[in-house]
Structures are given as C-alpha cells and as structure tokens.
C-alpha cells in the first residue's frame, strides 16, 4: 500500500511518501523545510518531489495520511486543504491523525516511559498531549501556558518530552520537533473508513462583536 | 474545445465554476456553485479573516462535488485550473490556493495563479461576449473600489483610479450599521432608499473639487457625514427619517461613481464601460450608469448580480482568455499574493 503523510502543523512542512507492508511503514522519500510563512507555496512541490524521488506517480497512491493539528491556524489549513483536494482528485481515502499522536509515535522504545508531547502555538502557549508507556494517548489534546503544563507533569506521570524545544520541561528530551511521514502514517488507522477530515483549531477565532455604535460628532 | 476550472477564495465566498472555451473563443458557463459565511460575519459587522478561512476550508471540496454534479462532466474532464491568488485575505486565499495546486497535481493540468480584480471583469465576457479594446471598467464592492482601463484580459490592465480609504461596499456596510440596518449593507439600504427622497439630504461627494484627483475616490467623508447627520437627529429627539438618509446616501456614492468613470472614458476615448463587483448590484447605480452611458454615448455592461459577486466562474472565464491567449501557466510554487497589484493578471 502506497501512503502519502502530508504534515503543516508545527513550523515544518513536511511531505513524505511512505509503502505499507505488512503492517510496518517503510519510508521511501520525504522532504521536509522548517519554514513557518512556507507551507502554502512548498506543499505541493515537495510532494511531486518526494513522489519523483521514489519513482512513484500519484495515480499509483491509495491513500493519504493528514496531521490535523492542533497547529497555528493558518499554516494548518495548507496541509489539509491540499490532503483534501488530492483525495477529492484521485478519489483515494484521506485519514486523519492527530499531529502530537505523530510525533509521540517517532519516540524509540515503547512500551517505554509516559511521555510529554509539546508544540508552539504561539502567543506563550503550547499545543500538549501525555502518553502512557505503551504510547496510548492519555489526554486530549489542549492549548495551555507551559508553565501550567510544567505544573502537571508530576501528576501526569511523564518522565520525558518530545516536541518543541521552547520551554524547559525539566524532563529529558526525547524524540523529534516535527512530525515526520513515518510517525504520522504510524499513528494513523488505516484500517477501515477514515475519520472526518476536522481540523484540531483548540482556538475560537479572533473576533469582537462590536459594542454599541461609536460617535462621530464631538461632544 | 477545452474546460477551465475556476478557484475563487478571496474574501468570504467560495466560489467553484467551470467554463467552458469553445473553438471560435467563445464561452459557456456550466457550473458556478458558491458557498457563502457571510451569514458569520453578520454578527461582527465585517468580514473576520479567520472565520472566513475556517469556512473555505470546510466548503471546498463540497463546493468542488457541487460543480460537477451541476456540470455533469468528470474532474478528469478538465483542461487547465485558474486559482484567485491575490489580491484579498492572506488566509482565505492560501486555502484556494492550495487546492488548486493539489488539483492539479491529481488531475495533472495547468495552473493558472490569477488577479482577482481581472476575474471581476471576465464575469462580464460569460454574459456580454468579448470586450472590445480599450474597455473601462468600474470595479466597486465591499473590497474594492477602481476604474481600470481595460486592453487585454490576457494582459493589458491598467489603474486609472482607486478608492484613496474606505471600498464603496465598506461604507454602505457602515451606513447600514449607522441606520440600525442588517449587515451586508448593500441590499437593506437599496431597499430603504428606493422608498426615500435622494435629494433631501446634500451628503458630500468625495473627490469632486477641481483641484482633486479626477479618478479617485474618496467614501470615507460621506460615512462621517452620514453619522453626524443621524446623530444630529437624534440628539434633538426627531426621528431619523431613514428612507431619506439611504436613498441620499446612495445618490451620493452613484454619483460619484458613475460621474468619474463616464468622465474617464469620455476623456480617455473608450467607448464602453463594464461595471461589476458586489456594489453593481445596485438599482441607483445601474439606472444612473446606464442613463449618463446614453448621454455620452457609451456602451454600458453590466454582468447578471451573480456574476458580479464573488464567484469561481469569473476566476475560469478568466482562465479560459489566457488559455486560449497561449499564456504561461504558473508554477507549482506559487503563493497567495494579499496585495497583488492589478496589472499582474497571472503569475
Ligand atoms: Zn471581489
């Protein structure tokens, strides 16, 4: 089975085309920039790149693996309108995976030690999930100073953290700062119908309604 | 004969059309399916940017099935895609954009990155045929306000005015607000102002004085004087007579309008004039733009109110006249440009 793991939501843009067999993800290409203001214009290049360098064409795709987020607003759209669009036009499945689940997923050794998942969502919080020993996600995803989070840490019972280098956790860093396209084809289920393609905003938009109608005349 | 797919996500609507370009140049609609979160931003007055991005987002694909239920032809069908790239809302154009470019990767068919303004303009050759060159055009709607000299739809436009603060569109939705009416202003105020006096109120006109530039425009003066009038009213306990207000204000900005660009194509020598955009939809506008047209001697059009508003048809009949001019199709890398300048049609 031939996967395309599409990911925009942390600062990377990351496009990668990986071959399920047997269960066991094999990557055969991925290219990945970390520019945060890139993921609309690099997105689609870096899959037909990726897709050149396995020698393999869309149309022998059959399924698509989509983080989801929770990732900055705008970036995040990117990566699943383009997930959407592709599935729409090669009429191939879109599965859904929670960007943290991806990254948790990269981390060596499970069943291994509860682990910490963190991103940047900007504004002084980070995006946060906790994860048993055996990689299960144990939270939902949530938006949260990480100072708050730190605060946590003893009574979520993680002893290390992978993600975001942005705050100090005072826990061992383990795993990468993205996802990669085998972390994220890893943590989706392929099996069955995907679930809806709903982006993870966590965030109402900005808006304001406004008060009562301003004057303009003086006085 | 060859079929264009047009992307629209520049402000509030997501627009999908397919055109579709015959052998002799001309051109047949066959789809154009909207999805609107206008009803979103009513409670905040204006369009929110993020509002507006989260809905494009969820109604593409859907709006994209819609086309080619209502077109009966496959997405295989489909020769080349234009996409909206700028100008507009940097987030809502990024999610057009992206489709597109995934579009035509699974499709494997051109992409076309073009300016939405022009798009504007093509919705008119969907319904009126080809625009004789020189055409001037008269742009106006909650996002923008311009006269632009026509050449070429395929290159060759040129500003010859714009608005110097508030879109025409921006200040019926402020008027409105000021009158107690619903958001968007357009329709409630054309509403009120056909039962009102246009003349019982000298709001300014904005831009007018000799020594002012002759193709700018100016609404933000008129907003202000519009809510000092009402306030007025208010402050010595009369009723504002809200009919009057609407149909003084709409003379106001029909006047201008329509006086600057008969004024530009008299001067500039170009026989007929296009007015599209959201603000076309206007009574006063149309009746005052085809009566001083007639006057002076000029062909007046103005595309069908569906075709004025934001639509993905205008994007692909824009798309089908640089196809069918032999131009460049844009690359895979290309990005949303907010302030793409009008006189860049593809990039
Ligand atoms: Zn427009």
Redesign the interface.
Known sequence: MLVLAVDTATPAVTAGVVELADGTPRLLAERITVDAR????????H??DALAVAGRT?SEVDALVCGIGPGP??GL??G???????G???DRPVYPVCTLDAIASDVPGVPGEPLLVVTDARRREVYWAAYDADGRRVTDPAVTAPAEVAARVAGLGVTRVAGARIFDFGLPVVGPEHPSPLGLVAAADLTGAPGPLT?L?LRR??????AA?K???PG | MTIILGIESSCDETGVGLVRLGSDGGLELLADEVASSVEQHARFGGVVPEVASRAHLEAMVPTMRRAFDTAGIALSDVDAIAVTCGPGLAGALLVGVSAAKAYAMALGKPLYGVNHLAGHIAADTLEHGPLPAPTLALLVSGGHSQLLRVDGLAGGITEIGSTIDDAAGEAYDKVARVLGLPYPGGPPIDKAARRGNPAAIAFPRGLTGPRDAKFDFSFSGLKTAVARWVEARERDGEEVPVDDVAASFQEAVADVLTAKAVRAATELGIGTLVVSGGVAANSRLKELAAERCAAAGIELRVPRPRLCTDNGAMMAALGAHLVAAGVKPSSLDLSADPALPVSTISV
């Open positions: 890139a993921h609309g214009e690099l997105l689609s290049p899959l037909r869309l607003f705008t759209r990117a699943m309108v383009t997930a959407a669009a592709l729409h036009g090669l982006p905003y938009p900005d808006a304001v309604e406004p109608r004057r303009v005349s």
